[in-house]
């Protein structure tokens, strides 16, 4: 997501819709007043339908409508003048409780009680001397006895002061996981910090945790191992959640709605559940995409296992499980669950397809159990679905900026055209992208498959004229000798002369996108050769930044199999280029394809059935003396961790400074 998208995201979200507990929105205010309704909230009234029994830290027990406390006149004058006596030493304007007398008195703001706050206390006479019991109907005018009000009152105060920390803990997270990319950039940008940094990346940035283990999968499919450098970043992540979910949690004596210390404990850390975006580069983006879903994954089970324990223990889970609000969060639990299961490699490995389908599907039961459970249970007071509007905003409009992508590209017919061997190279017309290296589209060929035509696939961005033969070394060049089909124009200007040659050529479009794609498992095995198959395009999408790459003196780039089609558009820009690139014995008939674009690299080295020695020629770099070498990678797997480990090699014991770029085709 860039930065335009977060100008669609503030467009999105209405301005109103700001409110979070403790930032632009309390909970109860004035608490005073909140624990005098709640203190006589379970007392019978001469128009209740039957006796009342228990309470529950979220509401009443039902069995007095709201119609009935709104005319009853014992109960206005009882809460009211609780609310003038326990409000008076806390100085609370009256405004204030009128404010609340409107919204909170009858327990609906609809229903209005039959006097205004005021007019209730003026009907209190004779002033009340005697105390309200637990079981005691409320048909005079009673008083509120001081310990009910004060454990009321400090329950509140103590639950708001907690549930005030949760957004301020969640936005910090938020912050940090933006600032600290922005942080590290802004570094290179800084005095004396450009050859640190240097130094630091084949220590830090590049190597990866686990052996030689990044892009292709740790042993038994476990997942992907991080770099170094995102593992401090997954590790900060981490830390923050654990800390910020168990420090400064407070309690306090007598706590209503939980009997015992552990359960109240338990009661705020269940509440702490907390979403984040991050925006870096594609690898780096998918990479914590994974983890940052992990530790919410790990939150909501927390969330649910605790909320289970403490209702069990407190004796209402067979009321609780009933309601609404129960079973849309197990639905979202369950969802949850089952992606954390669903999304492991073995599972993208067997069928990407049916990964992507069932990972969107219930991602959607996700956010609709989380609204329906948020939105029942608190009916959008405390701002809790503040982090489901930002998390829907941001979804919806990368689905919507999708869309226009594929719209603003149209309706393309490609050429497919069989290399052989399992490959086919694909031609699409008209398509007028900048040939900047590391970049990637998202195709789709509806028709391949009707019943699915959803599915899509990444692949490099190659612009169809850099297949034509072209010089991209700085090599000493000969001179140009005009030929009889060329002419010369001498003219004289200000004593000089000057001669134009002219060679006429036949024009030749620069529009137009090639894919080189290897049939696989997926809707790929079903290309064949076509002369206009229906084709959209998303993108194309950045992988990375390739400023670093492009300031370096001499660019190596290495490749393996079909891998040549992300290390092309680097040829376009850099002057100073050396291609490696190694294939199959079976994929000879690529290396054909790509005739037209290696006749134009001078320093060129292609293997066919051999691998590089990466090592070798990255000592062949440093030895020709070159001070900052960029070096490119785009390939399988272990191809790119192999060529990993010898640049970190490399970066640690030669005196050149490497540049990395990595471009697996892994997903």
Not at 275 to 288: E, I, P, R
Request: glycine share 6%; aromatic share 10%.
């Amino acid at each position: 997501m860039k930065f335009p998208s977060i100008i669609g995201l503030a467009c999105l979200v209405p301005h109103s819709v700001v409110a979070l507990v403790g930032i632009d929105t309390d909970m109860y205010n004035p608490p005073c007043a909140y624990a005098c309704r709640t203190a006589i909230a379970t007392n019978e009234l001469s128009c209740s339908t039957s006796h009342m029994s228990g309470g529950h830290m979220h509401g009443d027990s039902g069995m007095t409508s709201p119609q009935c406390r709104a005319g009853d006149t014992a109960f206005l004058t009882t809460l009211a003048w609780c609310m003038s006596t326990k409000c008076a030493p806390y100085h609370v304007p009256t405004s204030r409780l009128e404010k609340y007398w409107e919204d909170q008195c009858t327990g609906d703001p609809t229903v209005t009680p039959k006097w205004d706050y005021g007019t209730t206390l003026q009907h209190v006479d004779p002033r009340p001397t005697r105390e309200l019991t637990e079981d005691d109907t409320i048909n005079s005018t009673l008083l509120v006895a001081d310990s009910t009000w004060d454990v009321e009152y400090r329950t509140m105060v103590t639950f708001e002061a907690q549930e005030r920390l949760h957004p301020r803990y969640g936005i910090a997270i938020l912050v940090t996981g933006f600032a600290i990319p922005i942080v590290f950039t802004c570094l290179g940008y800084l005095p004396y910090m450009t050859r640190i940094l240097e130094k630091a990346k084949p220590y830090v940035v590049y190597p990866a945790t686990f052996r030689t283990y990044h892009v292709r999968p740790l042993p038994y499919l476990l997942g992907n191992a991080p770099t170094v450098g995102q593992s401090l970043y997954v590790a900060l992540m981490v830390i923050l959640n654990v800390v910020l979910t168990a420090v400064n949690i407070k309690t306090t004596p007598s706590f209503t709605w939980y009997p015992t210390h552990q359960q109240e404990v338990v009661a705020f850390v269940m509440n702490n559940i907390l979403l984040w975006l991050s925006d870096w580069s594609h690898s780096t983006f998918v990479l914590l995409h994974r983890w940052v879903a992990r530790i919410f994954g790990i939150q909501v089970l927390l969330h649910s296992i605790l909320a289970l324990a403490l209702y069990v223990d407190t004796g209402s889970f067979s009321t609780e499980q009933k309601l609404p609000y129960w079973i849309w969060g197990a639905v979202a639990t369950v969802a949850v669950s089952i992606m954390l299961v669903a999304s492991g490699l073995y599972v993208r490995r067997w069928s990407y397809e049916i990964f992507l389908v069932t990972h969107v599907v219930l991602a959607i039961f996700v956010i609709v159990g989380c609204w329906y459970h948020v939105d029942i249970r608190f009916e959008r007071k405390w701002g809790y679905e503040m982090w489901l509007y930002a998390a829907c905003a941001v979804w919806f409009f990368d689905r919507l900026v999708r869309v226009l992508r594929i719209l603003k590209a149209g309706i393309r017919r490609a050429k497919i055209i069989d290399v052989g061997d399992g490959f086919v190279r694909v031609d699409i017309e008209g398509i007028r992208w900048a040939s900047t290296p590391g970049q990637h589209v998202y195709v789709f060929f509806p028709t391949l498959n009707v019943l699915r035509p959803w599915e899509n696939h990444p692949f490099s961005v190659l612009p169809t004229a850099m297949l034509r033969s072209s010089n991209h070394s700085i090599s000493p060049k000969s001179s140009h000798s005009a030929t009889g089909a060329e002419y010369d124009d001498v003219e004289k200007h200000n004593g000089a002369s000057i001669r134009t040659t002219t060679v006429p050529v036949k024009p030749i479009t620069t529009a137009g996108l090639t894919l080189f794609i290897r049939k696989s498992t997926g809707s790929t095995r079903s290309l064949k050769a076509h002369d206009r198959l229906i084709t959209l395009l998303d993108g194309p999408y950045p992988n990375h930044s390739s400023t670093a790459i492009l300031q370096c003196d001499r660019l190596l780039l290495l490749g393996g199999g079909i891998g040549i089609t992300g290390l092309l558009p680097w040829v376009d820009n850099h002057p100073n280029v050396k291609l490696c690139w190694s294939v199959k014995e079976t994929a000879g008939c690529l290396v054909q394809a790509m005739d037209g674009a290696l006749s134009g690299i001078t320093e060129k080295e292609v293997r066919v059935g051999q691998r590089l020695d990466f090592r070798t020629l990255l000592n062949e770099e440093v030895r020709s003396g070159w001070a900052k070498i960029g070096v490119a990678v785009c390939g399988p797997g272990g191809f790119c961790d192999d060529a990993r480990a010898a640049v970190v090699a490399a970066g640690r014991e030669e005196s050149s400074i490497f540049e990395l770029s990595v471009d697996a085709y892994s997903w």
